[in-house]
């Protein structure tokens, strides 16, 4: 009975990718919306009408997902999809307006499905433990990184080097898995670099993993463009490689931060001295900076969305500078800045965190050899949906738990 109810919401799952990459491939803000709220009507459909006990339902994240009120989620969705194209257009009362509007329906939804608020549903969903996100924010709070604008002259150098141009990333792609021995498996993975729509740069969509996986990007030149190609190409292999087990797969707990660690491991591997001396012919190390110039602002962004969610009628900016002063970030840029707030509340929390298990990654792991493509395959790709996050933090020496 619960096999059979977790094979449907599979399908359902699968139609949802569909339609967004459909999305991400068209733009097309209305169609996606629409097909969507149907999927999703109807796999809520087939849940109530199961006999499944409400304790059993709580336990499988692929239940949880179509849980709550899915017309309230239809009327978020519109307005999130509208609202993200012109965001960057409106006046500050507009933008703070539509947020609060958002912001007002996402915790009345997370009050429908048995939610205290909108992010602490989220952190279920990606399995965020709230524990160890505080303990890093903590610990980066005494440890403040300045930001370097040096790093940035340097990642400059190579913004016109010729492999770093659109049309010759794929080759160089291909080049840098095959030197740092990082398994793709190109009749899985589809990418798309052409006539997609402008307002994002990149991302991943799987259909059905590990069978088949997209990749959408709209290239930009130079180093750091490379880098999110690398990017989404990580979350690619993750899906590549990940073990595919259909009732596991539903089961809790998927871990949004593991699939992220990937995707940056790919991403900083760029600014390693393996890569740099390999590939450009240069004698700098820019890795540790690398990971430590965001994390000040990474980790003001998390703190904000944290605090506002904790309270009912938050002050958006009073809440902002309470942020940027616990981590000294310049209260110039706004929370009006990143899409993230609009678009995936608990996405910085996510960043933080795999953020750090990448530092962790690279000082324990290294590059060398097969190592890195050993330790992600058998480690983190292989347990699958199995895997044990306290297990992969301790390993990696965060030492939190
Ligand atoms: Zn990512």
Redesign the pocket.
């Known amino acids: 009975m619960l096999r059979f109810m977790l094979e449907i919401l599979k399908t359902y799952y699968t139609e949802e990718q569909k339609a967004e990459l459909e999305y991400l491939c068209s733009g097309d803000t209305d169609l996606y919306c629409r097909k969507k709220n149907q999927i999703r009507q109807d796999a809520r459909k087939a849940i109530d009408l199961s006999q499944i006990s409400p304790v059993k339902k709580s336990q499988y994240n692929l239940i949880l997902n179509y849980i709550g009120n899915q017309s309230l989620l239809h009327e978020i969705d519109c307005i999130e999809k509208e609202f993200l194209p012109v965001r960057k257009k409106v006046s500050k009362k507009e933008y703070q307006d539509q947020f609060q509007k958002l912001f007002r329906l996402r915790n009345q939804f997370a009050k429908s499905a048995g939610f205290a608020n909108y992010l602490e549903y989220q952190y279920m969903l990606l399995g965020i433990d709230a524990e160890i996100l505080e303990q890093i924010l903590e610990t980066n709070r005494k440890h403040q990184y300045s930001e370097k604008s040096l790093l940035r002259e340097k990642i400059q150098q190579w913004k016109h080097t010729p492999c770093f141009k659109p049309e010759n990333q794929i080759e160089l792609l291909k080049k840098v898995l095959d030197h740092f021995h990082l398994q793709i498996k190109w009749e899985e993975v589809q990418i798309h670099n052409e006539n997609l729509p402008q307002f994002y740069i990149g991302n991943?969509i799987s259909i059905n993993v590990p069978d088949e996986s997209h990749v959408l990007i709209n290239q930009v030149s130079g180093l750091s463009g490379f880098s999110i190609l690398m990017?989404?190409i990580?979350?690619a292999y993750y899906y590549n490689n990940i073990r595919q087990d259909s009732l596991q797969w539903a089961n809790r707990p998927y871990n949004a931060v593991i699939?992220?660690f990937v995707?940056?491991a790919f991403e900083n591997l760029v600014y390693s001295p393996q890569f740099l001396s390999t590939f450009l012919d240069s004698d700098e190390d820019l890795l540790l900076d690398k990971l430590n110039y965001q994390t000040n602002y990474l980790c003001c962004c998390a703190l904000f969305e944290k605090n506002i969610y904790g309270k009912d009628t938050p002050d958006f900016d009073q809440e902002w500078e309470t942020a940027c002063d616990s981590f000294s970030v310049s209260r110039d840029k706004a929370w009006r800045s990143p899409h993230f707030f609009v678009s995936y509340p608990g996405f910085f929390a996510v960043d933080v965190i795999a953020g750090c298990l990448v530092k962790m990654f690279y000082k324990q792991i290294g590059i060398n050899d097969t190592v890195m493509n050993n330790y992600l395959q058998k480690q983190i790709c292989a347990p699958g949906f199995q895997l044990d996050f306290y297990r992969v933090i301790s390993q990696l020496g965060i030492g939190l738990r």
Do not use: F, T
Request: glycine share 12%.
């Open positions: 991943c990017h989404e990580g979350h699939e992220e995707a940056l």
